[in-house]
């Protein structure tokens, strides 16, 4: 039996087949203007990839923000609740969930079937969102994906102190002119990622285990300080 799910978000668009439970295949693409497009380009990409078509799969189940304009999901389900169940389904023993995506950042606390108990979710801010680290990414004339590895080289972690992205880039842009080491500026920028998802912690209550998705959970940086905060490891999914 093929099923399949499809997630389309504020920076990707992703769409995942499952056969009788297990992953045969996925793929992420870029977001477009049009949500739908979107969809069309993340379920195609995957299909291509074990030559599918459609019609071969029995149900689909939409999620993520543009997820009413999926053309050709049975269902739509929130993010919230697919977060829920698809972490307790790789790890049974996840309780918390961090998901820091494009735009916004949830956590989500759940019970043992994966059920959400409580939630707490910011979508006002890009502050401590993968936009943000874009910003800073773009500022610093640094890939993304190089953020990670490098905070990790500080040896003096610098103080960045807004709350605000565009203050913090102007931030960022005064300690690079007083000449502080990149890896160094870096790490103020990670924990201070970490430092805003910590309030929604707070507000939710940590109970392990402890898992962190979404895009940003690929940043190591970010990853280890937010650790550091918690007094956690987080389990990988």
């Known amino acids: 039996?093929?099923?399949?799910?499809?997630?389309?978000?504020?920076?990707?668009?992703?769409?995942?087949?499952?056969?009788?439970?297990?992953?045969?295949?996925?793929?992420?693409?870029p977001t477009t203007p049009k949500p739908e497009r979107t969809a069309q380009n993340a379920m195609d990409a995957a299909l291509q990839k074990k030559d599918l078509s459609l019609n071969d799969i029995e149900f689909i189940v939409g999620t993520g923000y543009g997820r009413i304009k999926i053309p050709f999901a049975n269902s739509q389900i929130s993010e919230l609740s697919c977060h829920g169940k698809g972490a307790h389904s790789v790890i049974p023993s996840v309780r918390t969930i961090i998901d820091v995506g494009g735009q916004d950042c949830k956590v989500i606390k759940v019970d043992k079937n994966g059920?959400?108990?409580?939630?707490?979710?910011?979508?006002?801010?890009?502050?401590?969102?993968?936009?943000?680290?874009?910003?800073?990414a773009r500022t610093l004339e640094l890939k993304l994906e190089e953020l990670g590895p490098i905070s990790l080289?500080?040896?003096?972690?610098?103080?960045?102190?807004?709350?605000?992205?565009?203050?913090?880039?102007?931030?960022v842009v005064s300690l690079m002119a007083d000449g502080i080491e990149v890896s160094d500026i870096v790490a103020g920028i990670h924990d201070a990622v970490a430092s805003r998802i910590m309030s929604l912690?707070?507000?939710?209550?940590?109970?392990e285990d402890l898992t962190i998705t979404g895009g940003v959970a690929k940043n190591i940086g970010v990853v280890t300080y937010l650790e550091k905060r918690l007094g956690v490891t987080s389990k990988k999914l």
Do not use: H
Not at 4 to 29: F, H, M, R
Not at 116 to 135: H, S, Y
Not at 155 to 171: D, G, H, P, R, W
């Open 201 to 207: 912690v707070y507000r939710v209550g940590l109970e």
């Open 153 to 171: 080289e500080s040896k003096n972690q610098a103080k960045i102190t807004a709350q605000c992205s565009v203050f913090a880039e102007t931030e």
């Open 1 to 29: 039996m093929l099923v399949a799910g499809c997630d389309v978000g504020s920076l990707t668009g992703k769409a995942v087949i499952l056969q009788d439970g297990e992953i045969l295949c996925y793929s992420i693409v």
């Open 115 to 136: 059920k959400i108990l409580d939630f707490a979710m910011n979508d006002k801010c890009a502050a401590g969102t993968g936009r943000f680290l874009e910003v800073m």
